[in-house]
């Protein structure tokens, strides 16, 4: 090997290990940040692990939304049409947060199964059904069909 | 009648798209120069009818014409005409349009302004621009026709989504938009260089200008979407990692790591196949970019059940273009042969290390970015890659990118000795660790590590760039001589540098003063009652109804007093209920500053005149955009330097005495 090789392999070399390192690191925390959607459904079968940041979405129960005296924390159900899991945040709602629209909140599930939010995501179109909720809805609806099915049968 | 007009239009660019992608290629193959010279007439067509498809759509808008479907679904006879205007590109069929349009316009601009290119060299490039350009129109032909007619026509418009109702983002879609599609130019010369087996100096002489212009209006692009965020959105975020803004900021930052990278290959011709890659890829992630988000497969996977043909179309469109420019790369490069040499250490392994750097936080933002598609297709389960993961994986590589941009321009080409290099940084090495740990301790604030970090950083940038000027000046006699240079060869480049780099320093100091200083309150507020925030007082006045154009509002009235009591500002936040798509916006009140934004918005009323108020102070927020337009003048001085314009010039001028030309060389 020529020495100005052997410089541009060590160059090459020691940029490879570099980029090793950073990508071992960036994937960890990646695993780290990865947020998992669960459907009520889910964390009322105790799918759900407390504690970590996941996601959770579905409809807004009807008359569910209860208000805290400071006027900033509040308290609502979520449901899928089957399972329904009560929702705690602190702060200002998004504009489209209303009772019956799909939303999706993002925090962490205690241990007393209350599921307190960081954020509130309500999407800036009225016609949007968060594609996760409306799978979930669409899940409860086919298992609520397919139980009927069975009875038929 | 006029949209029909406008279909025909789009229907004829289409076949003058087709003329221009295949007869000037196939003359510049077989060397027929009757087919060759086909390519200007072709190009100038195809812009002129789609120009006439885009007036008939805009027509469409203005005179409320709703039996058109997408003037139904987007339009209004109540909007002020500005908006009906942008409500043109207000969504995905005329976005499209417009992407077309800004493709012919720079299609033509290359076939004006490239007089000095060789003919099949022109003839090749305006060609792969027109296949580019069949993809878009037939995309848009076939599968979302703004002209498609709805019937019964409805009396009224759907409305243009409120949101965008707004200057900023009139303006950010087109901006963003000539930056994408820029990117095809260097892209095409890319192409037509690897099918001519030419890549040279030159070339890359050619392609830098455009790329260099089409990076500008990314840049300010993206500035003024993230500026548009902060103000409209109304709670004070101006950078989201959403896959939109993920979109548009991979291909910045490749277009980035590009200019640097041509400018080796102009000056040194190294690195040749590594500039082709980038420009191949810079603009393939454009695309995936434009049609990711307009189609909305990024927010979900089904949106391809949805309509598959559209996501059947997209996926074709990208495998060929990616995948063929890939291919063809493949079977070329490794003819291409490899350029200048040079040491270990030098300019061009710092401008290597910075390309490396900017092509890795491309690599795991696109991982971000895809990843929830990923999973969902592979059924891993649904989910989100959270804000801090990016925000960790930029933070992490900024500074090596940094500490490389201080020592680049004061390196020499080819070989550079270490030891001198570090005698000249040593008082910026200095001054910048003697900043960085001054405001890392508690002496002014409570202390911040990131502060520190980002003020070492911004101080190393800063004082590296000074050494520049200082080397630079050296050699120009007295102020005369320093006037005299602002016109010569090299020193739009030169400049243009030194104002980009300033601007990543204002740019570093904003965002960590941003996000570490920023304070930020939800809070009940009765009508009269006071709050302190970050030593400014604030007052709710309480609020009423106002009507604008084609809204309600419910209006908030903020007096703002500093420490000494003093009134430094009335803010209106508004909370507004669209008549047509009846929905509520929050409009924040700001007021602005260079060294720090009050701003507030109005969250919910909770009867009795109560309401729940959102109010931030945001010190330095407004270097992040600051910084984006200085990045964007540099950006413009480098391409108007004057030795594009003289490119093809055959270089006869005398070398200069070797002191100087030395100088000239190891700056530009």
Redesign the interface.
Known sequence: MTP?RK??M??IGL?LVG?AI?AG??LQ??N??????YTPSEVAAGEAPAGR?I?VGGLVTDGSVK?QS???TVQFDVTDNDKTITVQY????P??FREGQGIVAHGRLQQDRLFVAEEVLAK???NYMP??VA?ALKATHDKAVGNTTEQVN | MIPELGNFALILSLCLAVVLATVPMIGSLNNTPGWVALARPAALGQFTFLLISFACLVNAFLSNDFSVLYVAQNGNSQLPIIYKISAVWGAHEGSLLLWALILGTWTVAVSLFSRKLPAEVLARVLSVMGMVSIGFISFMLFTSNPFDRVFPAPLEGGDLNPLLQDFGLAIHPPMLYMGYVGLSVAFSFAIAALIGGKLDAAWARWSRPWTLIAWVFLTIGITLGSWWAYYELGWGGWWFWDPVENASFMPWLVATALIHSLAVTEKRGAFKRWTVLLALLAFSLSLLGTFLVRSGVLTSVHSFAADPERGLFILVFLCIVIGGSLMLYAWRAPDVSSGGKFDLFCRETLLLGNNVLLVVITAFILLGTLAPLIYDAMGWGKISVGFPWFTAMFVIFTPFLVFIMGMGPLSRWKKQDPGDLARQLRMALLLSIGGGVLLALPLFHQGSASMGLAVALSLWLLSSLLLSLRQRFRYRKGLAGILKDFGARGSGSFYGMIIAHLGIAFFIIGITSVTQFDVEQDIRMSPGQTVELAGHTFRFEGAKAVRGPNYQADQGTIRVFNADGQEVAVLNPEKRTYTVQTRPMTEAGIDAGFLRDIYVSLGETLGNGDWSLRLYYKPLVRWIWLGGILMGIGGLLAAADRRYRMASRPETVAAPATAERLATESHS
Request: no cysteine; charged share 35%; aromatic share 12%.
């Open positions: 100005k410089k541009r060590t160059l940029m980029v950073a690191f960036a925390a990646f780290e940040n990865l947020m998992f959607f940041m996601r208000r400071d006027g900033l602190t702060g200002i709602l504009d489209l800036h179109d009225e594609p996760e799978d």
